[in-house]
């Protein structure tokens, strides 16, 4: 079944040129919209890329991780420390978060991809709960206070006439489109398949010829990259990287956007994204007149409930839950 | 006297991992699924203990209100959401995932329904014990009368799962549904109510790990996250299965991390944890004490 449909994708030129079209979509329509609905956009953006990393390793290759975050702080570590020791240029810091988040993903995956079920979901969530408490005990990553991380103005003479928001949303954005683009050929290649193959039956998979070890390893580096990708975008929205910005709840909140979106094909990803970044924020308009614990704990209550409930009524994403229900109704016809 | 102070303060703080992961291991025997939600269950537990203690101000009210609550919550979170998600999940290929992605859910509603009730600020619980250091000869140890009563909680706990699980048919029956559900139902035994018994034990011995453990950490909604992964690492130090094995994982775990903490400083005690958990998971995934070949899920 899965093979039918990646016959009907198009093919990686036309993704391409969707993907500059709509990146130009946004590039015009982000002149028309305010300053806060552009900062949420850059939001999104890092949210999405960090789903993709969690689609990518959930979705695709069959491992759990609840430690999401943890790989996002050592790519915005990477990042941040490069700016403030060598003083490397922006742009260069992107590719090293993503070097660097492979490179620990690969280290970790080594002995994360020989775990299955509980004893991975146990693993890399204590990775999570860890890695921010490692922060704070290395002098060289700033404490609890963390490095600053300014991706600062537009270049030369746009400096004045385009605003930090913009300048930070057109940076998001491209990452989260590069990414997108990456994943989808990624997942409808060979290594794709490998990988659903392994989720599917790994003693079959085995069987055809594809190593089972070396393709969850290789899942895990890919994953780390997009989620190092990530952290530097997310660290870039909130212009720190610090411990408080990569706890346990960031890794829980990109997992159930991961899950509300549909954890078994990257084209929900998106809807994830936009559900964990808004969710909040309709309440903060709601709750104004309620008291501050209601306007700090409901959005959690809410997403966890949807959580629950999305994991409950449909496992698989809501897309799939559409597709299951279409196919069983034109059956009964 | 210096290593056998470390030795006796870790004991202290082991008991109580001994007893997150005995509440770990006893849900994962019955309905093979790690009870990730069980920080947020012993937390909202401690609460009620808590607020007990505000409105009676006893100690001993407060233990048993506490431990009650962890019982209720344990079975409702069971009969509510658990036995739903696993009849769901079988069928899909997500179902190695999905339980614990629900465990999370159901954490972060725990958690949050905690801020809503009592605030997210970090809340002290008394204890009726000193805290200060027990003092022989004149010399002062770091093992105090609460570490005392602590660990004589634990293990008079113990001591009575024992007998339940060991002398009465209703510890037969747990056992058994644990064992093999199938042939337990065949011989007339209700597994779904033992498994639902399961939780409940679980969550009560949740609270009283919770009450015993707050008048150190203080109680916050996520105030327990941090005793979630040690109480795992314990349970999978003593193979995920055994509970005599989760609870000498959990003394293992507190001595260890106390002579850690001692001679190295407090900032490696997580790094030691997580080390030891990365390396028991791959040299001996089935623990200690677990069987060769045991089930790796």
Known sequence: MLAVRSSHKPSSTKRLLLATVIGVALFIGSNFVDEYRIFQGAQIAAYLVGIISIVLLTGYSGQITLGQGAFMAVGAYSAAIVVQEF????????FIAVLAAALFGAIIGISAGRLSGPYLAGAT???AVGIPALANAIPILGGEQGLSFDIGYAPGKYADTVSPYKWLFWICALCAIIAVVVAVNLTSSGLGRQWRAVRAHETAAALCG????RSKVLAFTVSSGFAGLAGVSFSATVGLVSPSGFTLALSFLLLTGAILGGISHISGALGGAIIVVIIPTIFESWTEEASLGVATYLPGIIVSALLLLSIALAPEGPTEALHKLRHRKSKSH | MNLINTLIAGVSI???YSLIAFALILVWRSTRVVNFAQAGQAAFSTYIGLSIEKALDNFWLALIGAIIAGLVVGAFVEVVIVRFIVKRATSAATATVAPVIAMLGLLGIFQGVMGLIWGGEYQAYPTAFSRDGISINGTQIPFSQNDLFVLLTVVVA????ALIFQKTSLGLAMRAAAFAPEVTRLSGIRVSRIRTLGWAFAGGVGGLAGVLVAPTTFIAPNSFDLLLVFGFTAAVIGGLDSLIGGVLGGLALGIGLSVVTGYLGGSYTFMTAFVLLI???????????GARGARRA
Do not use: E, H, K, Y
């Not at chain 1, 240029?89 to 992107?94: A, E, G, V, Y």
């Open chain 1, 87 to 94: 003083g490397l240029p922006i742009w260069i810091t992107f």
């Open chain 1, 125 to 127: 969530l204590a990775f």
């Open chain 1, 210 to 213: 594809i190593n089972p070890a």
């Open chain 2, 14 to 16: 082991g008991a109580i």
């Open chain 2, 158 to 161: 113990m001591s009575i799962a």
């Open chain 2, 279 to 289: 390396v028991v998971l791959l040299i001996r995934p089935q623990g200690i004490l």
